[in-house]
Structure formats: structure tokens, C-alpha cells
């Protein structure tokens, strides 16, 4: 079946340091693909998405590029900040794009240190 | 717009206590999707509705487990009678079916079952 693997947390990173979250997930279909993140004791929120191969998703600093060859999804921000501390769900969806068939990984926790 | 609302935040019983968590999705989403988190499994799809119809139950660990939709403004999971491997946060999400509509989740109830 359809998977989503990320790597394993937490990750520790200073302010103003550079992230990187990998992901990668099942080849099946022209899945789309998300990240969400979930802020201490709230649910998830999507933080961006692509839906097609080489697409970029970006939303506050945060960018991933949907890699078709490698079918990778990594996170990247070039300087994170304390408020970033969360946990990092990546997700893809079925080739629809529909909510019908999100499959989530396991999430990545950050935590970012003054 | 006032997000999902889930109800209650937090819910504390006793083994073999019936529980039922509550959900109403955003006004105008037609799919509604219970979710179960724990640190050693993770984010699990239990069930999801499109138009107040279950579409798939395949992820309701057993029988104790049921989920019901009334109508398009509200969704309850019942456990009974309730385990203490129930422990977990439960999360509502809704979304409108297909496309590229992302899932927005509710703040989660955190069960636990003594």
C-alpha cells in the first residue's frame, strides 16, 4: 500500500540554523503531497503542498519540492526560529489529490534552542 | 470561521466506562475523518464519512469502537466498554471530498483510561 517515511526525531538545531526534514514516499500513482505541522496541544495544520512532479510548496520560510525521480518531499528553512518547535508531518494524498486518502508519516519532532 | 470544534478537550474514566468523543466539522464539509495519535503508533486514520455515509472503518482497532454521523454538522466515536491501550488523542478533521482540498483538524480530545 501507499507509505510516507520521514526521518526519525527529534532534531535539536540552534536559532537561525539551516532545516532539513526528508521524506519520501510510495511511487503508486501521481500521489499529491503536504506537510503539516502541529504546534503543542493543538491538531494539525497544513503547512504547504505540491501536487504535481517539481512543483515547490512554500509558506512561511518553509519550502519542499516535489521530486518525482528521487519521489522525495524534504522540508527546508533557511533559518529557523524558536517558534518553529513543533512536530513535522509529511503526507501524501491519492493521485485525486482528495483528502479521501491521506496517508501520513510518523512525524518528525523539532525542537529549535535560543 | 470557528475551525473543527471538538468536545470534550480532555476526558479521564475508568477500564470499562462507555466514552464518546464529539465533532462538528466546518460548515459546508462534506468529509470528516476520526483520527487516533499515540507515541508508539503514531497518526491512525479510524474511519471517514463523505456526506454523513462511513466510506471506510477499515482502521477501528475492534468492535468496542463506533463512530456515527448524524447529520453534516456533527460526528461522535463511542468506545465501550473503554481499555486503558485506549489512551490517546483523538482528532477530528474535515475537508471538502476531493480535489486538492487539505484536511483541517480539530484540537483533539486526550483520553485517558485508568
Known amino acids: 500500500g501507499n507509505s510516507v517515511t520521514q526521518m526519525e526525531g527529534p532534531v535539536t538545531l540552534s536559532e537561525e540554523a539551516f532545516l532539513t526534514i526528508n521524506c519520501t514516499y510510495t511511487a503508486t500513482g501521481y500521489p499529491s503531497l503536504f506537510w503539516y505541522v502541529q504546534y503543542p496541544g493543538e491538531g494539525l495544520q497544513l503547512l504547504l503542498k505540491a501536487t504535481k512532479a517539481d512543483d515547490k510548496g512554500s509558506n512561511k520560510g518553509f519550502e519542499a519540492t516535489y521530486r518525482k525521480e528521487t519521489t522525495s518531499f524534504h522540508l527546508e528553512k533557511g533559518s529557523v526560529q524558536v517558534s518553529d518547535s513543533a512536530v513535522y508531518f509529511c503526507a501524501r494524498g491519492d493521485s485525486g489529490g482528495g483528502a479521501d486518502g491521506l496517508t501520513f508519516g510518523k512525524g518528525t519532532h523539532l525542537i529549535i534552542q535560543p | 470561521?470557528?475551525?473543527?470544534?471538538?468536545?470534550?478537550?480532555?476526558?479521564?474514566?475508568?477500564?470499562?466506562?462507555?466514552?464518546?468523543?464529539?465533532?462538528?466539522?466546518?460548515?459546508?464539509?462534506?468529509?470528516?475523518?476520526?483520527?487516533?495519535?499515540?507515541?508508539m503508533r503514531g497518526l491512525e486514520l479510524l474511519i471517514y464519512f463523505n456526506n454523513n455515509v462511513p466510506i471506510d472503518d477499515s482502521g477501528m482497532p475492534e468492535d468496542r469502537f463506533s463512530a456515527k454521523m448524524p447529520n453534516a454538522s456533527f460526528s461522535t466515536l463511542k468506545i465501550q466498554p473503554s481499555e486503558p491501550r485506549d489512551s490517546a488523542v483523538y482528532f477530528c478533521a474535515s475537508s471538502l471530498a476531493g480535489g486538492d482540498s487539505p484536511l483541517h483538524f480539530g484540537n483533539g480530545t486526550r483520553l485517558t483510561v485508568t
Open chain 2, 1 to 39: 470561521d470557528a475551525g473543527v470544534i471538538q468536545s470534550p478537550r480532555h476526558e479521564v474514566t475508568e477500564m470499562g466506562q462507555e466514552v464518546t468523543l464529539r465533532c462538528k466539522p466546518i460548515s459546508g464539509h462534506n468529509s470528516l475523518f476520526w483520527y487516533r495519535q499515540t507515541m
